[in-house]
């Protein structure tokens, strides 16, 4: 069985910066791609970044040149750096990967971490 543990939110200032984490643990044999989602009340959930094993990222246009995704391999543990953040940042914010195990491939989700911007 596959985990994946999200810490790190929280409430900032806008402008501040918060840093979020999500270890991935379980039955692993490989992970392809890690990265984060969010949601906002009434909106859908939406990319925020990605990033795969050859540490290519993707970035969505939103939070280009205040977000920065980065990967620690040995670790199972993908962050999300957020500068410079802005009410329009709060959502829930969800951890993501695409993982194998012996048996198969396989999406799996974080439960979900709040990051609320106050203006």
């Known amino acids: 069985q596959v985990q994946l543990v999200e810490s790190g939110g929280g409430l900032m200032q806008a402008g501040g910066s918060l840093r979020l984490s999500c270890a991935a643990s379980?039955?692993?044999?490989?992970?392809?791609?890690m990265g984060w989602y969010r949601q906002a009340p009434g909106k859908q959930r939406e990319l925020v970044a990605t990033t795969t094993t050859r540490s290519s990222t993707e970035y969505a246009d939103s939070v280009k040149g205040r977000f920065t995704i980065s990967r620690d391999n040995a670790k199972n543990t993908v962050y999300l750096q957020m500068n410079s953040l802005k009410p329009e940042d709060t959502a829930v914010y969800y951890c993501h990967a695409l993982i194998a195990t012996m048996a198969f491939v396989n999406d799996y989700w974080g439960q979900g971490i709040q990051v609320t911007v106050s203006s």
């Open positions: 379980g039955s692993i044999f490989s992970i392809n791609a």
